[in-house]
């Protein structure tokens, strides 16, 4: 089925370069129009312009599509909820979100300071929970949403001195969980992207030039036009680059019921039962554990 964005009205977030500029580009490519905002700054999150954005905007309408540019923070609250009214304004609703903007702070945890720890988790996390929840009742209301986060393996997984961003970006799988719930009776679904892609946020992390030079982010795009498509699932993540594309889950173990005498020593007796991941399951939700236990 062809994934088409006729009539809808897309707003990707830090989409003057990198990822976003590509995912505004194809929303556009693919019948949407776009608020494409970008705050223009350094990787580090200093300065800034709304150039960045304006200069995406000339690139869609030389496609032929429609766009308009704001060079808001999204870690700023008004910033945020001025990009969700500039796409009323201009467009009349808000159809799509794609939580893309970032920065990097990257040092060990003995050297990073709380401003580093702080500024991360304010454009990942807050940044998308602020443009989130300023789009979210508009959605909601129209009974009519697609919202896509923006995760990474190193939140996923871990990357030796990114603690900040990991932070920050696991949060945005614990945002999702929730939001995939409260939105779902409302045709709003929440979906996440892991990429992995040669943009200046990944240039000199030292990867081979043979390699850098197949992460293309247009690989990415694919996923996240899919994950934000009428199509698309709710709760699901997808690591995606170089033409991978791949599904991500928290699973739980099958455990085992100890009972109300346990002890640290039966911890340790049963500890091979507790951490044999062979017959692990998904939950839907935090509840569902609980049921798990108790039946
Ligand atoms: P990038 O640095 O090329 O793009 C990020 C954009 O966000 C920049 O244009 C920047 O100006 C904008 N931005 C930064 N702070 C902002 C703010 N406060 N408000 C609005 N815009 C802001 O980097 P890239 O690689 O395209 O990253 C896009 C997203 O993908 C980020 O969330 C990043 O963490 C994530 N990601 C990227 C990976 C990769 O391999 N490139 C891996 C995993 C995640």
């Not at 040092?107 to 454009?123: F, G, N, P, Q």
Request: with cysteine.
């Amino acid at each position: 089925m062809a994934v088409s964005f006729e009539g809808k009205v897309a707003i990707v977030t830090g989409a003057g370069a990198g990822l976003g500029r590509c995912h505004a580009l194809e929303f556009a490519r693919r019948g949407a129009k776009v608020v494409v905002n970008d705050l223009g700054g350094s990787m580090d999150g200093s300065g800034g312009s709304s150039e960045a954005a304006q200069k995406v905007v000339r690139e869609i309408e030389a496609l032929g599509g429609q766009a308009i540019a704001n060079g808001a923070s999204v870690a700023d609250e008004a910033g945020a909820q001025s990009i969700v009214d500039d796409a009323i304004r201009a467009f009349g609703t808000v159809d799509i979100l794609v939580n893309n903007a970032g920065v990097l702070r990257d040092k060990s945890y003995r050297k990073l300071t709380l401003a580093d720890l702080r500024l991360v988790v304010d454009v990942h996390l807050l940044g998308s929970a602020y443009v989130t929840k300023a789009a979210w009742p508009i959605m909601l209301d129209k009974g009519y949403g697609r919202i896509v986060m923006t995760t990474s393996s190193s939140g996923l997984y871990g990357n030796f001195g990114q603690s900040n961003y990991g932070a920050a970006k696991l949060g945005l799988v614990g945002l999702m969980n929730t939001l995939k719930l409260e939105g779902s009776r409302n045709n709003v679904h929440v979906n996440t992207i892991a990429p992995i892609a040669a943009t200046r946020m990944t240039e000199g992390l030292g990867i081979p030039a043979a390699v850098f030079d197949r992460l293309k982010p247009e690989l990415v795009t694919p996923a996240v036009m899919f994950l934000a498509s009428e199509q698309a699932p709710t709760g699901t993540i997808i690591e995606a680059g170089a033409g991978y594309f791949a599904k991500v889950q928290i699973v739980e173990a099958k455990g085992v019921k100890l009972g109300d005498g346990a002890t640290a020593e039966q911890v340790e007796a049963h500890w091979e039962q507790i951490i044999d991941m062979s017959e692990a399951v998904p939950m839907s939700q935090g509840s569902d554990v609980t049921r798990k236990i108790f039946t």
